[in-house]
């Protein structure tokens, strides 16, 4: 998998694909660089709290259905930063899926997970289904996490990837199911620049995602 800095604008997310299932992996090899943009951070249903450092803090229990089955591959460290990372990044992502079934852009789970800068961007891209009256529905695998820390391990870079081939959109109203248009690359590359607040929580800062961006 390719890695590229992280140099993204608040509308990444919200041009990711006609099915926009877009969001952001465990141990990869650290990095000597800072993380760019990575500071200081200002049905029957599945629920997780992530035991990430600082388990002290009370993290949100997110939840969600039997519908949209989110599942993570390898996810795991034997690095305890980078598997803090991951436990967050994960508890992100699927903060975000769960503002979207709950059509609930004002997500204080989700909030939870990012900055201020973070959240905004995440609001773009949970209104490009709550906008439009849609819903997640189907299987979701995410996998292929990598972890890059900064020198200070106060920053880092979580990419993965998503295979969008067994996931769809549902109309609230209409019901319509809609998946990707054929011959659209099911698998889509995320990267999140994330930094560690005061209280020890991963928070996403910013995030791009790239179609096809797996295979490279």
Sequence with gaps: ????????????????????LTACGGGGDSSSDDIK???????SPSASASPSAGSEVKRPVIKLPSSFQLTFENWTSSDPVEQAVLNDGKEQLRAGYEAIIENDPESKDRAFYDTKNGFLQSQQWIRTYTDKNLTVIGKLPVFDPK??????????????????????????????????????????????????????VWQAVSARSERGGCAK
């Design 147 to 200: 972890v890059i820390l900064s020198k200070d391990k106060a920053a880092a870079s979580l990419s993965y990837c998503t295979d969008e081939s067994k996931a769809s959109t549902r109309n609230r109203k209409t019901g319509e199911v809609k998946g990707n248009p054929a011959g659209t690359d099911p698998e889509v590359l995320y990267v999140i620049s994330m930094g560690k607040n005061a209280q020890g």
């Design 1 to 20: 998998m390719a890695r590229r800095a992280l140099t993204t604008t608040a509308a990444a997310f919200a041009t990711t694909a006609a099915l926009l």
């Design 37 to 43: 943009g990575a500071g200081n951070s200002s049905g």
